[in-house]
């Protein structure tokens, strides 16, 4: 409502989530490669994270920025193209780290790394209550990542 997009489009907002799981896969594939090339493990993971964080950090300014519906899913498919990086940086440590306890040290990170996440919902009512922009929001994300 809000951008004036019809809620008969609001079925295409699944097309993102599918580049998603394709450039998932395809960055274990691309880490999977580098490191049978010789690159060292800890490099092919910031390389991953360097993609997972950076990509979403420039493109997250430009969303609100959007034209068109079709530009705003295109820049919204890239954005979690780049994002889908972290499977293969960091969401890929605790094997790395611990590979017989990988499940219950993901469980524990995971869980502490959702308190920030429930904090930013509040955060967003109170920027859109005072500033009533959702580009504000936008920007503070960029900014945080």
Not at 29 to 49: E, I, Q
Request: glycine content about 12%; aromatic content about 6%.
């Amino acid at each position: 409502e809000v951008y004036g997009v019809p809620t008969s489009h609001v079925g295409l907002m699944f097309f993102p989530y599918l580049v998603m799981s394709g450039a998932g896969v395809a960055s274990g594939w691309a880490a999977d490669h580098l490191t049978s090339r010789g690159y060292h493990l800890l490099h092919v993971r910031k390389l991953m994270l360097l993609l997972g964080m950076l990509g979403p950090a420039v493109l997250l300014p430009l969303l609100p920025l959007a034209p068109s519906l079709s530009v705003g899913l295109g820049v919204l498919c890239l954005l979690l193209g780049f994002a889908a990086c972290n499977q293969a940086g960091p969401l890929s440590n605790h094997l790395d780290i611990a590979p017989n306890h990988a499940g219950q040290l993901q469980g524990v990170t995971n869980t502490i790394a959702s308190v920030p996440g429930m904090a930013a919902v509040a955060l967003t009512g109170l920027i859109l209550h005072h500033l009533h922009s959702w580009e504000a929001v936008f920007c503070l994300c960029a900014l945080i990542e």
